[in-house]
């Protein structure tokens, strides 16, 4: 079996996959400080929760954009899984060439995306993951990664706001049914949501436009059914596509990490 695990700013998503099929997910706050005993445990209870043995995993795989977690993380699959585990960054097979001015530049998660993405619906793509950042990531016909957008995600939108005024409360996150709020927390989370959309929206033609063509555009991330039900611009929601990107990824450097 396969672990893999994804390391963003706010959370960790860690998926099992025995071979091709994904058999359970989790989510867990990143915490910076954690050390490698301490996701020891949290993984341990996971594993053995879903009746999975530790012995059954043969690999682990890391894309995380946050570079101190990755030695912790590597101590971790060293100690307890003996393992080293492939972390996704410069010099991996990925299938895709990346046309950024400089490649190392671009988030291991993003290039995960892309991967995945590419594998799964062919090009030309757009890709938007809703996270703590918002971004959008473009791919070419021929699976080349052209760039992309980065954007302050909605719930990071939302503490500024709750911290840099006076009167407006910390909301909890809902779908509104109206554009128009008929109370500061429904105006807030009108502005969130329909907000969001309407930013998705144009930046999706205004990079088709650039493009010249039609893409095909996917979504994925922890919130992306907040905004993806009030626009009509996302051809597939994906809510897994990160954890199957390091599967793809795992698949493509697996014969070459034997040797």
């Known amino acids: 079996m396969l672990l893999v695990i994804d390391v963003g700013n706010s959370n960790n998503v860690i998926g099992l996959f025995s071979d091709k099929e994904l058999l359970s997910h989790w989510r867990i706050r990143t915490e910076w400080n954690r050390t490698a005993d301490e996701y020891w445990v949290l993984f341990k209870e996971f594993i ?9 995993i043969d690999d682990i ?16 699959a060293r100690k307890y899984f003996s ?32 991967v995945a993405a590419f594998e799964k619906y062919g090009g030309p793509l757009i890709i938007v993951d809703f996270g703590t950042a918002t971004t959008f990531d473009v791919v070419s016909k021929k699976g080349e990664y052209l760039g992309g957008i980065i954007f ?7 503490e500024a706001l709750f ?29 969130a949501v329909y907000g969001f959309a309407g930013m998705i929206e144009n930046l999706v033609l205004q990079i088709k436009k650039e493009l010249g063509t039609n893409a095909y555009v996917v979504a994925t991330g922890g919130i992306v059914e907040w905004v993806s039900s009030k626009t ?20 493509k450097n697996h014969q070459e990490r034997l040797k």
Do not use: W
């Open 163 to 191: 911290k840099n005024t006076a009167k407006l409360p910390r909301i909890d996150m809902q779908v509104p049914d109206k554009v128009i709020g008929k109370s500061t927390v429904e105006s807030i989370r009108s502005g």
């Open 232 to 251: 009509n611009v996302i051809d597939m929601l994906d809510p897994f596509l990160t954890l199957d990107g390091l599967r793809i990824i795992y698949e």
């Open 61 to 76: 795989v890391i894309a995380c954009v946050v570079p101190s977690l990755v030695p912790v993380l590597q101590e971790m």
């Open 48 to 56: 053995l929760s879903n009746h999975v043995e530790i012995d059954d």
């Open 83 to 114: 393992c080293d585990p492939l972390v996704v960054g410069p010099g991996i097979k990925t299938g895709i060439s990346i046309l950024y001015r400089n490649p190392a530049e671009v988030g291991a998660d993003r290039i995960v995306n892309s």
């Open 152 to 158: 302050p995600g909605i719930q990071i939108s939302l």
